[in-house]
């Protein structure tokens, strides 16, 4: 997946996330693509150990001073880091990765920045630190005190996905899809899409049951919900057609025009999309009122170190979030 760079450049905020995982190498890439003359101007929000900790990661130590003072960068130091250990669950990673989420935000309340792009987070080191939501698109939506529908929304291989249900229990999924929530990540994502440069966005939606229910046979969740739901999306001015059977639809997505895809549960869309290509993939944080992406993989501790962390989803998710800028 390429982006073009807007010609107007933007301020991103952008924090390493866990600090254990590959994010401190991956925001001192960033740094130095930034260094280069590439992409949207960088306010970092880190610590100087931290920073230090990514640069010596990706064997850019020695360039560590020159790629700070570049222009279109800027760090705003943060304090009191902790000295959690590198590639295992700990919830003082966690605690930080908040912390320093926390002060990105408050840079974009006062307008100090654009759009937030963070590094892999670890969900059992943020709960382990006390985090009470079950992932970080609900602790946004908290932060924010966000009023309207949310949904993390996905982009990778040049196709783009939305949730009706994310980070819960399977068992919870069919009770948890209602016509109003359908509808409202249904136009979430062609908005999304729309601000990242795609006109009148193609969607299709899944069904939730095999073979979309069979008529009734395997659960009635398309007959009830679903498709009401689609026939009212598409009443609405949406260009979206469905309930397909979710285990023929990504395989001919492409051929049928689909360049959206709302998935019924976290699964559904994710299995799929990494199948189809993991490298690269961004997960965007849809409906806070601000443009907030980040990499689609996680904090890949087994990796830490090692110089091996793939960049593409972190400079795509800081292309990706300076395009959504306009529309949030």
Known sequence: MTIDTPLARKRIAITAGDPAGVGPELLARAIARRASGEGD???????????????????????????????????????????????EVHGDSGRWALT??????????SQDADALVFGPLNKASLHASGMQEYDE?????GQMQAESEVSELNASAGLWTSRVTSHVPLRAVADLITEERIIAVTRLLSEQMSAAGFTNPKLAVCALNPHGGENGSF???????????????????LNVEGPFPADTLF??????????????????GQLALKAMGFAGGVTVEAG????????????????????QADTASMFNALDIAGRLTDAS
């Open 251 to 268: 395989v001919t997505a492409k051929r049928r025009g689909y360049q959206g895809i709302v998935t019924m549960f976290h699964d559904q």
């Open 100 to 109: 320093a989420l926390r002060a990105a935000l408050d840079a974009i309340e």
């Open 288 to 307: 806070l009122g601000i443009a907030i992406a980040t990499p689609a993989h996680g904090t890949a501790f087994d990796i830490v170190g090692t110089g």
């Open 41 to 87: 101007n960088l306010i970092v929000f880190a610590a100087e150990d931290e920073l230090r900790r990514g640069f010596e990661q990706a064997d850019l130590r020695d360039s560590m001073d020159e790629f700070l003072a570049a222009d279109g960068v800027e760090v705003r130091p943060l304090s009191d880091f902790p000295s959690t250990p590198v590639g």
């Open 219 to 237: 659960g009635t969740e398309e007959i009830d919900i679903i498709a009401p739901a689609v026939k009212a999306a598409a009443a609405q001015g």
């Open 137 to 141: 698109m609900r602790w946004f939506e």
